[in-house]
């Protein structure tokens, strides 16, 4: 499904309706034909990360397709680490990666898996190749390999070393393996076609030399096998019966299968291919996060500007926002960008109704009531969240002195301006009718303090039906007020300039992605909370208390998005 087919706005019941005729995806097609065929008895699908780098939305497409896919048909699912290559692998990449998968609610089965557990039986696979005259130990260097291919256009040449016997192939893969060839002097190749169309298949490199430690095997080979040669063995092992990827590895389906094959694999598994999420304006390739991250742009992977999950999650997305976000896009065969205002409806649509809503000041100027009684501290009653009554209510200090936004006075206000600005009365959200009387300036002219009066017969829920106001505005007591830091995100991309810099690659950084201020006021109730919960404050969007940096004596709050967008669900 598309975002055109299955994302209208509908009530509950209609919404479960629909998603019950919706039409299958292409992928379930698929397995649907497979079990009826009788090809396969139950499904096993895995998600296969290489451990050089911290996850991101594209990511979570993958985990909760193949989770879900496995949930669907009652099958398994794996978490496996496709770390064959020793060169860019990290401990740390293997622990962040399990802590994203679980934190999306991705369940797997068994053991974490590593391919690098398998390196033995793909040592005796190649070997069985070997043994087969399917395979050969060519001495071409790697330029001479890259000139012999061939191109799209001319057919490839044959390796003069393509007919070496059996035994002298046998010997030579001892050779490599027992560490008496050079890094880069001798390949394994398997021998298929040097004139087929597909590149792939003109007698790809298996295995090659690299004395290199491992992150799990450490020093005990000096030959690694390739992603193409590797991958299907892992399938194969692991019992995986769909093995889903994303487009770019089409081409290579018939060397996956190939492998399969020559091996004689019993229940072969199927590679099937779908198209990679991308977002507009958002930095996805591990590459260029890393290098955000090395030159200090971002305060790390997890930087809530980012779209690590780790990033996310500190920003205060939920992971059923972005499982929702995931089902709006669908899963499709072409390529497509999709707009990131989705994902930022997914989050408010899922915070809606879960989260209570505040009392935040984030640029806060003061306001006194002049008439109300010095010293007194009323207790007013606020609903946590007006559209689930459930959430019951809470008691809100309201005094003389308050804390309001700045923006939401104006000494000179222009037309249509029914805030606060002398002369002008406005309610003040849960509690009474204030009318503005005077300010005071600092030597500069800069307001410091709004005077204004206020009319107790006005007090919200006493059913007052005088007059009527066109402004209501929130506010924060001040005695009982926290001191806050606040963080406001913009995008990290300068959406003019688009993602990536033509001339040298690097990205186009927004200098007013982070707005730090450090001002802010909170209503006391969000005392009692700590981090990661998050919560609406009325009229500022939707927060989240940092994972990181907030503290009990001194809170952060990241925004995670304001409360309207210009984005709207296609019809
Ligand atoms: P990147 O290009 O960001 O480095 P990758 O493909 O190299 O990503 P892997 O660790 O190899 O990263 O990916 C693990 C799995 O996630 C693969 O099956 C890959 O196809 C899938 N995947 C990666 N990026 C996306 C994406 N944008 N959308 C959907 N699936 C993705
Ligand atoms: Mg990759």
Known sequence: MGINEDSRVLPENEKQAEKETVSRNFIELEIDKDLSAGKVAAVCTRFPPEPNGYLHIGHAKSILLNYGLAKEYGGKFYLRFDDTNPTKEKTEFVDSIVSDVKWLGAQFDGEIKFASNYFQQMYEAAVKLI????????????????????????????????????????????DMKNGKCADGSRVLRAKIDMSSSNINMRDPVIYRVAHMTHHNTGDEWCIYPMYDFAHPIEDAIEGVTHSICTLEFEDHRPLYDWVIRELEYPEPPRQIEFAKLYLTNVVTGKRYIKKLVEDGTVDGWDDPRLVTLA??????????????????????KADSSVDYAMLDYCIRDDLKLKNPRMLAVLDPIKLVIDNYPE??????????????????????????????????????????????????EVRLMYAYFVKCTGIDKDENGNVTCVHCTYDPETKSGSGFEGRKVKGTIHWVEKNTAIHVQARLYENLVDEEK???????????????????????????????????????FVRNGYFCIDIKDSKPEAMVFNRIVPLKSSFKLQK
Do not use: H, W
Request: glycine share 8%.
């Open 498 to 536: 688009g993602v990536y810099n033509k001339e040298d690659g690097t990205v186009n950084v927004n200098p007013n992605s982070l707005t730090v201020l450090n001002d802010s006021i909170v209503e006391p109730a969000l005392a009692e909370y700590g981090p990661g919960d998050s919560f609406q």
């Open 375 to 424: 010293g007194q501290i009323e207790y007013l009653d606020v609903p946590n969240n007006l559209e689930v009554p459930e959430m019951g209510s809470r008691k809100v200090p309201f005094s003389r002195e308050l804390y309001i936004e700045r923006e939401d006075f104006m000494e000179v206000p222009p037309r249509k301006y029914f805030r606060l600005f002398p002369g002008n």
């Open 131 to 174: 043994k087969k005259g399917k395979a050969f130990v060519c001495d071409l260097s790697a330029d001479e390999i890259r000139e012999y291919r061939g191109t799209l256009t001319e057919p490839g040449r044959e390796s003069p070393y393509r007919n070496r016997s059996i035994e002298e192939n046998l010997q030579l893969f001892d």
């Open 311 to 332: 990033a996310l999650r500190r920003r205060g997305y939920t992971p059923e926002a972005i499982a929702e976000f995931m089902r709006l896009v669908g899963v499709s």
